[in-house]
Nanobody, 122 residues
């Protein structure tokens, strides 16, 4: 069982930066593949990025490549999503999730946080 709690969201102007965190409970945190997803109003939840258990492998969706960086600190059971050059279209509720497979398919993730809101003003 893994419990996930996101934080770090807020209101930022276009071009600004935010760093999201996701704190995880459980002693087997490093065994999980972790993902970030987001859901904008009126849209389906979409994949953003994932990271392997060791942190050595990452994958990003094209719209955030070069702007977002996903990392993890297994000693602290914490994930980080550094978001730079934010755009109004990045406005959404951001979720972290834990799963057992290195996949972008959100149906393969077993545990989800409650989300943190990111709002980017133009």
């Amino acid at each position: 069982q893994v419990q996930l709690v996101e934080s770090g969201g807020g209101l930022v102007q276009a071009g600004g930066s935010l760093r999201l965190s996701c704190a995880a409970s459980g002693r087997t945190f490093s065994s999980y593949v972790m993902g970030w997803f987001r859901q904008a109003p009126g849209k389906e939840r979409e994949f953003l990025a994932l990271i392997s258990g060791s942190g050595g492998y990452t994958r990003y969706t094209d719209s955030v490549k070069g702007r977002f960086t996903f990392s993890r600190d297994n000693a602290k059971n914490t994930l980080y999503l550094q978001m730079n050059n934010l755009k109004p279209e990045d406005t959404a509720l951001y979720y972290c999730a834990a799963g057992g497979r290195f996949t972008t398919n959100q149906d393969q993730y077993d545990y989800w946080g409650q989300g943190t809101q990111v709002t980017v003003s133009s």
